[in-house]
């Protein structure tokens, strides 16, 4: 200890402080700063308590300078090994790439603190620790069983530290049913704490992770699955199901196209098929708000196809025919220009025909460019119509669209989006193709009718700045729909 007491320790402290002042200053990492400024107050403390020391010691204060000298020389050791630590922990995670564990920044605080400690004692108090650690296992035993919850989270933190099954930053897991999930935040030395995707703090103690199944989400980056199982009744296809869901999911942004989504049949249960429905995000936050979606575009897009998801089939429903449905859509139909030429009985045949469709909002109803064959009526809510990027026109309940590619085969003239949900009747081909059959007159009367819906949209149009629909005249228009449905001139 002759050696801390010399001139050369003093010289070699005081340019210690100052490189640590320096490093402080200069570091980048708040983590760095953090541990320098523990060294720094050690060493700032040492250099002030040397100075008081020297001062005693003149005066002949005795008693009071031994006590002063042991403080400075714990101060010294302390702000040696703070700084020690606080380098080699900052080597560490330039090489590991991630935050350093605080229980593994305290446990090395720990043992050298005692290893200083100890030979600074003994010298300059006569205090040997080993015996008195020696005299004290009664006192231990004691000690053990009172902290033995906490010693076994202690023990399992070193031991989660060894394995690394996770660290700050990593999504994980914790239970058979994953009754903890969250984001790590820190790894302590009782337990871990976690912040949830509701943004709340969970502290797990550490004995508790060590005993349940863990699981963790990638990291760095890399592809998170999601999986949700889903039952379909027996009559639908399974090639059919997989188009619908496929389909579903290529329209969320979130859902990345590699690794692609998939759909498989699981198996056949008691009253439906089970679907294993699996997608990967990039990032775990993403996961809710994505399954969300997945879920929402499902449903109306089963609802569309008129893909059943059944109730379990022990119950026996006993329904009755609604006939105020059919007499809202006959009064629906029986508003529009294109059916005016139509008798009652004709539309109320139209009307029977036609089938209802949700969609949700954002979902669109038909796209520019495509082929289509159903005609739709709005029942409720609201739609936008684009034609070249360039919204033309709001429709709401009442209006129609998609007949030109219906009754022509004309590719579609304009993107047509649900602005909020929307209820639509449609009709397809089938149904005028057999109004048609029974009554071929009607086939000139609604090429008049179209030529004049194709001019009032061309003026649309024009005003709005957007791209107009070809003008087609009333005999092309017959020709057409003379063609498509097959009807003798």
């Not at 996961?287 to 879920?295: L, M």
């Not at 709401?396 to 219906?406: D, K, Q, T, V």
């Amino acid at each position: 200890m002759s050696f801390l007491q010399g001139n050369t320790a003093l010289v070699i402290g005081v340019v210690l402080l100052t490189l640590v002042a320096i490093g402080r200053a200069l570091a980048k990492e708040q983590q760095l700063k953090a541990d320098l400024r523990g060294a720094l107050m050690f060493l700032a403390g040492w250099l002030a308590l040397r100075g008081l020391g020297f001062v005693l010691e003149q005066i002949n204060f005795h008693g009071v300078d031994k006590a002063i000298r042991v403080a400075w020389m714990l101060s010294f050791a302390f702000g040696c090994v703070r700084a020690f630590v606080a380098v080699a922990l900052f080597g560490y995670r330039r090489l590991n790439v991630g935050e350093t564990p605080k229980i593994l920044r305290d446990l090395l605080d720990f043992v050298l603190y005692v290893i200083a400690a100890v030979p600074i004692l003994k010298t300059q108090l006569d205090v040997d620790l080993t015996g008195l650690l020696a005299t004290s296992a009664i006192l231990s035993v004691v000690l053990g069983l009172a902290l033995q919850e906490t010693l076994g989270n202690f023990f399992a933190g070193l031991s989660l530290q060894l394995e690394r099954p996770y660290r700050a930053g990593d999504w994980i897991s914790v239970g058979e049913n994953g009754e903890h999930v969250g984001r790590v935040v820190q790894i302590a030395w009782r337990a871990t704490r976690i912040v949830t995707p509701r943004l709340e703090e969970t502290t797990v103690p550490n004995s508790v992770i060590a005993k349940q199944p863990l699981k963790n989400f990638p990291r760095g980056g890399l592809p998170v699955g999601i999986d949700f199982e889903i039952g379909i009744a027996y009559a639908v296809p399974p090639n059919t199901v997989r188009t619908e869901v496929l389909a579903a999911l290529g329209e969320i942004s979130s859902v990345l196209k590699s690794p692609a989504p998939f759909c498989r049949v699981k198996e056949f249960g008691e009253s439906a098929v089970i679907y294993t429905i699996r997608f990967f995000v990039m990032d775990f936050n993403d996961w809710p708000s994505a399954q969300d979606e997945a879920y929402t575009r499902l449903w109306y897009r089963f609802s569309r196809a008129n893909i059943e998801i059944p109730y379990p089939q022990r119950v026996v429903h006993n329904r009755t025919v609604d006939t105020s449905s059919e007499q809202t859509h006959l009064a629906l139909l029986s508003r529009l220009d294109l059916f005016q030429p139509f008798s009652t009985e004709e539309k109320a045949d139209l009307a029977r025909a036609a089938g209802e469709r949700r969609f949700g909002k954002g979902e669109a109803l038909i796209r520019e460019g495509e082929q289509g064959d159903t005609f739709y009526v709005i029942v409720s809510g609201e739609v936008a119509v684009a034609r070249g990027g360039t919204e033309v026109a709001r429709l709401a309940r009442g209006a129609y669209l998609g007949e030109m590619s219906l009754l022509t085969g004309d590719a579609r003239s304009a993107t047509v989006v649900a602005t909020t949900d929307v209820m639509v009747l449609e009709l397809d081909r089938d149904a005028f193709a057999r109004h048609f059959a029974a009554h071929p007159e009607r086939a000139g009367q609604m090429s008049e009718l179209l030529a004049q819906r194709r001019a009032q949209l061309e003026a649309v149009a024009a005003a709005s700045g957007a791209p107009a629909p070809e003008g087609t005249k009333a005999n092309e228009i017959l020709r057409r729909l003379r063609s498509i449905f097959r009807l003798q001139h």
